[in-house]
């Protein structure tokens, strides 16, 4: 092969690896992603990601809409909308703490201590119908089978308070009602009709 020959061999060869390059070149260029393709991309997985999250909460139509333009946002709108949430709920725990009704025994614990008092104040092995004696024998049941009682109550002096005042109240009740009950069946129009304690001790 002659000089000229070899040379235009040469030309050839490095004419091929140029157009080679060149075309690989391009073909890079044409298959990158585009940054606004990629950004589509990830809003689509995100908004998939929020709809998934949703459906799993069990979001009402107008909270997935919320999520889904929350996914959407700047981080910095993000968090502006997570404290203006975080603001509300502070609101809204004062707003309750402010109306909540203060705690007294509900009906339930009533009726319950109403029983056990009539009960308490009826066995004959009581030692006395009056002061803390029957009254302790009532606090005793309630602790132990906890009729509507808050958890913790006698930590909570002003509570175990009203539940000692209930008590006290119904107890006072009950044996009035006990006192009346006696009155009633011994009292009459004629006292000779009833039994005093020496003829009982006669008989």
Request: net charge positive.
């Amino acid at each position: 092969m002659s000089d000229s020959e070899e040379e235009d061999t040469g030309t050839i060869r490095d004419c091929s690896r140029e157009l080679t390059a060149s075309n690989n070149n391009t073909s890079s260029a044409y298959y990158a992603p585009h940054p606004t393709t990629r950004a589509n991309t990830v809003s689509r997985n995100v908004l998939e990601y929020a709809k998934r999250l949703g459906v799993k909460a069990k979001l009402h139509a107008e909270q997935q809409e919320k999520l889904n333009s929350f996914a959407v946002n700047p981080p910095a709108t993000r968090e502006m909308k997570i404290f203006s949430l975080l603001l509300a709920i502070q609101q809204w725990q004062e707003d309750f703490i402010t109306t909540q009704a203060s705690w007294g025994p509900s009906d339930e614990l009533i009726a319950n201590i109403q029983n056990y008092t009539i009960s308490i104040l009826l066995p004959s092995r009581l030692a006395t119908y009056k002061g803390v004696v029957p009254n302790n024998y009532v606090t005793g049941i309630l602790k132990r089978y906890r009729f509507d009682l808050q958890a913790g109550i006698k930590r909570n002096h002003g509570h175990w308070a009203k539940v000692i005042k209930a008590i006290q109240n119904r107890m006072t009740e009950q044996q009035a009602k006990i006192k009346k009950a006696l009155h009633t069946g011994t009292d009459g129009d004629d006292h000779q009709e009833h039994l005093n304690i020496f003829k009982l001790t006669e008989n």
